[in-house]
């Protein structure tokens, strides 16, 4: 089986460490993840926003401290290529978020699939209004139904 390697972002992993948020397509994204039939990427600031999700949630009382240890255990189990920022290159990161009126954060995943050649998967607003742009920029949605067709 050859692997697929794309990118993906909070937005679509995050399902991952909270159970109420997960759907067909979440476990189907993880489950091609974890068996290798994708590769994913991420820039290294991916690690840090699942991190502060799960703070936020213990502070919403949405999960309980153990809770989100657990989930955090579960976190560094996730087979993902962490790109740190000095690989992604600063310059390119910040023209993206300037070029394409991005938050940085946003910027860093969008820079990293532009780099890569593939397909960014997400969820987030801001990413998909760019579609119509960039073709490589995919819905969690969109990118099941492609795994499922291959």
Not at 11 to 21: C, N
Not at 58 to 63: A, I, K, S
Not at 83 to 89: E, K, L, Y
């Amino acid at each position: 089986m050859v692997s697929r390697e794309v990118v993906i972002d909070p937005s679509v992993t995050a399902p991952w460490l909270f159970p109420d948020e997960e759907s067909a397509h979440s476990r189907r994204l993880f489950a091609a993840v974890l068996k290798g039939e994708v590769s994913a990427a991420v820039p290294e600031l991916w690690h840090y926003e699942l991190i502060n999700a799960l703070r936020m949630a213990v502070r919403r009382g949405r999960l309980k401290e153990a809770e989100a240890a657990g989930a955090a255990l579960r976190l560094e189990l996730i087979p993902v290529e962490s790109v740190p920022a000095q690989d992604q290159g600063h310059r390119s990161v910040l023209s993206a978020a300037l070029d394409y009126d991005l938050t940085g954060h946003d910027a860093a995943f969008f820079a990293l699939a532009r780099s890569r050649g593939v397909q960014l998967v997400t969820g987030d607003d801001d990413l998909l209004r760019l579609r119509p742009r960039f073709p490589w920029i995919v819905s969690l949605e969109d990118f099941c139904a492609q795994l499922d067709q291959a």
